[in-house]
C-alpha cells in the first residue's frame, strides 16, 4: 500500500523543466511503485506565464516562486539556473523542510558550502546529479560507490555545447558561429552561452567534481579556466595532420606529490585512437582513475531537456524514498581539506606550432630554447613552403611556467616568425 502522495514544487518550466514535469506526470504510476507513495506535482514556477508550455497544465503554472516554496512541498526541484534568485529561493525552501534537487553548477560552484550547511541545519536532502555531465550518473558513483576507495583523477568532456562545436568544426569544417546557434536551438547551451564556450560551465563542474572526487571543498574560483573562443580552423587542421582531435577537457587530479590538487579547463589536444576522441555532438565522458578501482570511464548524453530531466528524476526518486522511508542521504565531506594548487604545478605534454625562417641553424636554436628551460621535445615536424618553415614541436612532460618561459623565449628568436599555438596535449600512452 502506498504511503500519503509527496509534493513536487518546480522552480523553472524551461528546457529542463518542461521535461521534469511531463516525467512526473507521464510515468507517475512508476514513480509511486518505485517511491511507496505517489508523486504530486503542485506547481511550476517561470517568468512568463503567457509563454505556452506544452505538457505542463497551465493550473499549475505560477510567476511566484516564493509563494509556491512557501506552500511547504516535500521535494523542490530548482531547474532555473542563475545564482539569484534561485540560491535564496533554495534556502527558503530547505527552512520550510523541503528536500531540494538542483541541475545549478554556477550556484553549487559559487556557493555549495551555504547549501550544504542549510541542507544539514534542516535536516533535509540536497541532491544534484543533473549538474554535472547531464544524464550520466556520475556523482552518485563518486559520492557513493567510491567512498572506500582513493580517487586520483577525474578527466573527462563534460561540456555538451562546446563538445558538438569542436566535432562540427573538425568533422565538417563548420564555422564556429553556425554550430554555437544549431547547439543553442537544441536546448544544450546555457542561458548566456559564453559560459559553455569561454570555459566556465565546465569550470562550475570541475569542481564540483573535484569537491566530492578529493572531499576537499573546491570552488569555482579555484579553477584554472580557459575556454574554446581562440580554437581556430587552423589548429584543428593541424590537430587532424598530426592524428589528434582537439576536446574542451576538465582535470581535476593530486599534484605530482599528492600533497594538494589542482582542478583546470583548457582545450587539450587528444590522439584520435583514446576514447575520448570518439566522444561527438553534445555527448560527455568522464574518465575516473582510483587507486583500488583503476580506470573507469562515465559516458552518455551531457546536456539537453530529457537527458538532464532523467538525472533531476533520479535524484527526486532518491529523495522521495528517504522521506518514506524517514532517512537521509550523505551530506558534505570535505574532512580532507587538501590545498588547491595553481595550474603552474600541473605536469603535461604540450604542442607549439611555429612559424620559422627556413635555413641552417633555425631548429638548434629552438631546440636550444626548449631545453634552456628544462623543457624535453618528444616529436618535432617539419613543412617547408618558401623562405618560412612550419616547424610543430611536442613535448613530453613539463610544467606550465617552464612551457610559459619558452614560448615567451621562442617568440624573442629572430629565426621564429610567429608562435601559431600552444595547447595542452592530453590522452597519450604514459601520459
Ligand atoms: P532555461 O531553458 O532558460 O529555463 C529556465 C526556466 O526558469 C524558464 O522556465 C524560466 O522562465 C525560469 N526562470 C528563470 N528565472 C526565473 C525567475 N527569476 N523566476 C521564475 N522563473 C524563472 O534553462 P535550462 O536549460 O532549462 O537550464 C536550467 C538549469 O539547468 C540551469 O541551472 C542549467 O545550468 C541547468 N542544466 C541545463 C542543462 C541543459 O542541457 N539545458 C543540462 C544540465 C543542467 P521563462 O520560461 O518564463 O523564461
Ligand atoms: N550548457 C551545458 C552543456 C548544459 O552544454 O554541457 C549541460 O550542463
Given at each position: 500500500m502506498s504511503a500519503a502522495p509527496l509534493t513536487v514544487a518546480l522552480l523553472g518550466g524551461g528546457t529542463v523543466g518542461a521535461q521534469v514535469a511531463r516525467l512526473l506526470l507521464e510515468q507517475s504510476a512508476d514513480l509511486e511503485a518505485r517511491v511507496g507513495a505517489p508523486l504530486q506535482l503542485v506547481g511550476v514556477a517561470v517568468r512568463d506565464t503567457a509563454k505556452p508550455r506544452e505538457g505542463i497544465p497551465s493550473d499549475l503554472i505560477t510567476d511566484d516562486a516564493a509563494e509556491l516554496i512557501s506552500r511547504g512541498s516535500d521535494i523542490v526541484v530548482e531547474v532555473m539556473g542563475g545564482i539569484e534568485p534561485a540560491r535564496s529561493l533554495i534556502l527558503q525552501a530547505m527552512a520550510a523542510g523541503s528536500s531540494v534537487i538542483t541541475a545549478n553548477k554556477a550556484l553549487l560552484a559559487a556557493d555549495g558550502a551555504t547549501l550544504y550547511q542549510a541542507a544539514e541545519e534542516s535536516g533535509v536532502d540536497l541532491y544534484f546529479e543533473a549538474s554535472v555531465a547531464g544524464a550520466i550518473p556520475l556523482l552518485r558513483p563518486l559520492r557513493e560507490s567510491l567512498a572506500g576507495d582513493r580517487v586520483m583523477k577525474v578527466l573527462g568532456i563534460v561540456n555538451g555545447t562546446t563538445n558538438f562545436i569542436l566535432s562540427k568544426m573538425d568533422e565538417e569544417g563548420a564555422d564556429y558561429a553556425d554550430v554555437l546557434a544549431q547547439a543553442q536551438e537544441l536546448g544544450y547551451a546555457e542561458a548566456d552561452p559564453t559560459a559553455d564556450v569561454g570555459g566556465l560551465d565546465a569550470a562550475a563542474k570541475a569542481a564540483i567534481l573535484a569537491e566530492l572526487a578529493f572531499h576537499t571543498r573546491v570552488t569555482f574560483d579555484d579553477v584554472s579556466c580557459e575556454g574554446i573562443t581562440d580554437v581556430t580552423s587552423a589548429d584543428v587542421e593541424a590537430a587532424r595532420a598530426m592524428g589528434f582531435v582537439i576536446k574542451l577537457l576538465a582535470v581535476a587530479e593530486r599534484t605530482p606529490d599528492g600533497s594538494g590538487v589542482i582542478v583546470r579547463v583548457h582545450p587539450a589536444m587528444v590522439p584520435r585512437?583514446?576514447?575520448?576522441?570518439?566522444?561527438?555532438?553534445a555527448f560527455n565522458a568522464v574518465f575516473v582513475e582510483a587507486e583500488a578501482a583503476g580506470e573507469m570511464m562515465f559516458y552518455g548524453r551531457g546536456a539537453g531537456g530529457a537527458p538532464t530531466a532523467s538525472a533531476v528524476l533520479g535524484d527526486v526518486v532518491a529523495a522521495a524514498r528517504n522521506r518514506v522511508s524517514g532517512g537521509r542521504g550523505p551530506g558534505e565531506s570535505t574532512y580532507a581539506d587538501l590545498p588547491v594548487r595553481p595550474i603552474s604545478e600541473a605536469l603535461t605534454r604540450y604542442y607549439v606550432n611555429l612559424d620559422v625562417a627556413d635555413r641552417p641553424g633555425v631548429l638548434a636554436a629552438i631546440a636550444n630554447a626548449f631545453a634552456a628551460n628544462g623543457v624535453s621535445i618528444q616529436v618535432v615536424r617539419q613543412d617547408g613552403h618558401g623562405d618560412d618553415a612550419g616547424l610543430v614541436v611536442r613535448t613530453h612532460l613539463a610544467s606550465d611556467g617552464a612551457l610559459s618561459r619558452t614560448v615567451d623565449e621562442l617568440r624573442s628568436?629572430?629565426?621564429?616568425?610567429?608562435?601559431?599555438g600552444v595547447m595542452r596535449v592530453e590522452g597519450e600512452a604514459g601520459a
Open positions: 585512437d583514446h576514447p575520448l576522441a570518439s566522444v561527438r555532438d628568436l629572430d629565426a621564429v616568425k610567429e608562435v601559431l
